[in-house]
């Protein structure tokens, strides 16, 4: 079973940066994709961003395409967003999760999760 855990949330003001990483416990697997997704208050869980571990093919939602960057360091077993251009819709608890397929943007394609890291974005 792989363990996520997620770090860089935070605190930021409006038009700030903040990166989060994902570190897996366990070597991950070339089939393996990793997502991020969050949760605003008061919402649904969405889907933010996907890359595949094998080759970096990286898809992204409509909201934060241009802002936000998925990318992965297979040395260190993580995978990173960097989150620019931040604005207050952007607040959430942001998850990570391991799937199998290949540009999943839907919950059900995710196994694993880690327990989310806050992120507040204010005026």
């Known amino acids: 079973q792989v363990q996520l855990v997620e770090s860089g949330g935070g605190l930021v003001q409006a038009g700030g940066s903040l990166r989060l990483s994902c570190a897996a416990s366990t070597r991950i697997f070339t089939s393996t994709v990793i997502g991020w997704f969050r949760r605003p208050p008061g919402k649904e869980r969405e889907f933010v961003a996907t890359i595949a571990w094998s080759d970096g093919y990286t898809r992204s939602a409509e909201s934060v395409k241009g802002r936000f960057t998925i990318s992965r360091d297979k040395a260190k077993n993580t995978v990173y967003l960097e989150m620019n251009s931040l604005n207050p819709e952007d607040t959430a608890v942001y998850y990570c999760?391991?799937?199998?397929?290949?540009?999943?943007?839907?919950?059900?394609?995710?196994?694993?999760w880690g327990q989310g890291t806050q992120v507040t974005v204010s005026l």
């Open positions: 999760a391991v799937g199998s397929t290949r540009g999943a943007t839907m919950e059900m394609w995710y196994k694993y």
